[in-house]
């Protein structure tokens, strides 16, 4: 991942997206640049935490600006840790759902994260795009595998030819969870370390993506981890709940990529 900065706002993007997907762009939004008082500072984007409402609301304004995408251009979820992916053609809140499936051009999908990863999957030649919420319950429970069969099932994308982007989230090192979560999981991805279960959600979900079609080679992670990085994202887990919020935005432009 690369760090680009648009009207002060530092966001990271991924190098090479353009020759893989043409008009696709993808945003992942740091802690700083808003207005939210600690312990939300700054860009904060998430609502329900305890956070002033106006400064979400001007920090999501401050963003969309930005990025040249207007307010009714976003879809974005209440997320709960589930499988539902809401298949949309318009913005709005969609509570209930952890994931997003489009095909229609310049319609931002936001994912909402605090160590949970973002997924966002492409098939270029069906113009079809999904925006994923992937926690540990999510990955168990197999919203990878959901997603890619609803991109299969309403745009009729062949995996093979689509392109996965893995946001950043909390490295093995930083998760540690119970013996029975650990379980859930296959044995090359959870280990116990003096007497602690860690698991590698990151590595489960290029797993999970390959297992559902799509080549290894096509995934493009960024390799940072929230938990190890207090400067540049919010974690849940290790500001004991406590903490704000930041998004993965992704959008199909219908005249590529903006400047």
């Known amino acids: 991942m690369e760090w680009i900065t648009r009207s002060g706002l530092t966001l990271g993007v991924f190098p090479g997206l353009e020759a893989l997907a043409p008009g696709l762009e993808v945003f992942v939004t740091t802690r700083g640049g808003g207005t939210s008082r600690a312990p939300f500072?700054?860009?904060?984007?998430?609502?329900?935490?305890?956070?002033?409402?106006a400064a979400i609301a001007r920090n999501r304004t401050r963003l969309l600006r930005a990025l040249g995408i207007g307010t009714r251009?976003?879809?974005?979820?209440?997320?709960i840790h589930g499988t539902e992916i809401a298949v949309v053609t318009k913005g709005g809140h969609y509570p209930g759902f952890d994931g997003f499936a489009t095909d229609r051009r310049d319609l931002a999908l936001a994912i909402s994260t605090a160590d949970c990863y973002s997924v966002v999957i492409c098939s270029?030649?069906?113009h079809a795009l999904a925006a994923l919420h992937v926690g540990r319950r999510g990955a168990a429970d197999g919203i990878i595998g959901r997603a890619v069969e609803t991109l299969r099932g309403r745009f009729?994308?062949?995996p093979r030819y689509a392109i996965a982007i893995v946001g950043?989230?909390?490295?093995?090192?930083?998760?540690?969870?119970?013996?029975?979560?650990?379980?859930?999981?296959p044995g090359e991805v959870r280990r116990r370390v003096r007497g602690e279960w860690h698991l590698?959600?990151?590595?489960?979900?290029?797993r999970d993506l390959v297992a559902s079609g799509i080549r290894r080679r096509n995934i493009l992670s960024s390799g940072l981890c929230t938990a190890c990085s207090p400067a540049l994202f919010f974690s849940h887990r290790r500001d004991a709940g406590i903490t704000g919020r930041h998004w993965t935005l992704a959008v199909l432009r219908s005249d590529g990529p903006r400047g």
């Open 168 to 185: 950043p989230g909390i490295c093995r090192k930083c998760y540690t969870v119970s013996r029975e979560d650990a379980l859930l999981f």
């Open 124 to 126: 270029p030649p069906e």
């Open 156 to 158: 009729h994308i062949d």
């Open 200 to 206: 590698d959600l990151a590595a489960f979900i290029r």
């Open 73 to 79: 251009a976003l879809a974005r979820t209440g997320q």
């Open 41 to 53: 500072d700054s860009l904060n984007l998430g609502g329900d935490l305890g956070d002033s409402r």
